[in-house]
């Protein structure tokens, strides 16, 4: 299964996890099975860069993260692409995770309400 991991650096398996779906630089994809990644650098300056949900449809079976927005979750939610909720700091991990089914998903209600940190509630965890 192909996964979508928001991370900060463009290290891979090795990458630390962004708090935040659509705050994060980079886009970690990994396939499950055998730990292959393709990381994708977003683009600050292109539309929709807060939530990069066109970019993953087709792509991706699910998200893992630590918070999305509503909208983000909502419009995956849409398309069949679930967002489940990891504590994990570092890619490798959530990836272990997955494979455990040991994730729950996020649901509309629970994510973040606010935009940028402001008024968020819900879905929105602090790894630390």
């Known amino acids: 299964m192909r996964i979508c991991i928001p991370t900060e650096t463009e290290h891979g398996l090795f990458a630390p996890i962004a708090d935040h779906l659509g705050r994060a630089p980079y886009l970690t994809l990994v396939d499950t099975e055998t730990g292959e990644c393709e990381v994708v650098r977003k683009d600050p ?63 509309v209600a629970d994510a973040c309400a606010g935009h940028h940190g402001g008024g968020t509630s819900g879905g929105c965890h602090n790894h630390s």
Do not use: E, F, M, W
């Not at 994990?88 to 455990?100: E, G, H, L, M, P």
């Open 45 to 107: 300056n292109a539309p929709h860069t807060c939530a990069p949900v066109d970019l993953l449809i087709g792509r991706v079976a699910a998200v893992v993260c630590g918070g999305a927005g509503r909208g983000a979750v909502a419009k995956l939610g849409a398309a069949g692409i679930p967002v489940l909720v990891t504590a994990a700091t570092r890619v490798d991990a959530a990836v272990q995770a997955v494979q455990a089914s040991a994730l729950d998903t996020l649901s």
